[in-house]
T-cell receptor
Framework: DTEVTQTPKHLVMGMTNKKSLKCEQHMGHRAMYWYKQKAKKPPELMFVYSYEKLSINESVPSRFSPECPNSSLLNLHLHALQPEDSALYLC??????????????FGNGTRLTVT | GESVGLHLPTLSVQEGDNSIINCAYSNSASDYFIWYKQESGKGPQFIIDIRSNMDKRQGQRVTVLLNKTVKHLSLQIAATQPGDSAVYFCAEITYNQGGKLIFGQGTELSVKP
């Protein structure tokens, strides 16, 4: 079992819905990440939070809105998504962002389908 | 090999054989490299890492080799088992570019019993 917990495991939403993905870690890590993964492709970085502040936004459309309420929690708010946004959304954490020798630990993802 | 469209490069090995998975990375300034294993329905799982000032690192049944001259990384798995069947990704971090972890294209390892 992974130490990064993501909920829900599966989510189906319409294009007019608003939903949120949640991620939690209790390893004391101070950096948290959102990645998007399409089938048969590598994960692509979306956002990085370091010490609860957004440090990297990889030009992600505003219909994806990240939030880091505290050092253990990371949310991704979804609104007005498109069918092409259907993917596996992965959360990860690391001891600190951008520090040598700090591998990312991933959750098992939320499988999102937009209808 | 290189992936084209939806097709991942695939490596098929017999149980008990050694496997070698290769990765060409793009940034000669990358500082840190990680191999991840991703099983169906799961997130990437850390296997082994190596810093740019090293050329070899060994773990349990796995060895990572780094050749900075040709920007090549390899993962060797000894005595491959059916449980090793998964997609393997190499990933690199470049600290002067914000420390982002960027994944390579991946290789699907299939172990035949």
């Amino acid at each position: 079992d992974t130490e990064v917990t993501q909920t829900p495991k599966h989510l189906v939403m319409g294009m007019t819905n608003k939903k949120s993905l949640k991620c939690e870690q209790h390893m004391g890590h101070r950096a948290m990440y959102w990645y998007k993964q399409k089938a048969k492709k590598p994960p692509e970085l979306m956002f990085v939070y370091s010490y609860e502040k957004l440090s990297i936004n990889e030009s992600v459309p505003s219909r994806f809105s990240p939030e880091c309420p505290n050092s253990s929690l990371l949310n991704l708010h979804l609104h007005a998504l498109q069918p092409e946004d259907s993917a596996l959304y992965l959360c990860a954490s690391s001891q600190e962002g951008g520090v040598l020798g700090s591998p990312l630990h991933f959750g098992n993802g939320t499988r999102l389908t937009v209808t | 090999g290189e992936s084209v469209g939806l097709h991942l490069p695939t490596l098929s090995v017999q149980e008990g054989d050694n496997s070698i998975i290769n990765c060409a990375y793009s940034n000669s300034a990358s500082d840190y490299f990680i191999w991840y294993k991703q099983e169906s329905g799961k997130g990437p799982q850390f296997i082994i890492d190596i810093r740019s000032n090293m050329d070899k690192r060994q773990g349990q049944r796995v060895t990572v080799l780094l050749n900075k001259t040709v920007k090549h990384l390899s993962l060797q798995i000894a005595a491959t088992q059916p449980g090793d069947s998964a997609v393997y990704f190499c990933a690199e971090i470049t600290y002067n570019q914000g420390g982002k972890l960027i994944f390579g294209q991946g290789t699907e390892l299939s172990v035949k019993p």
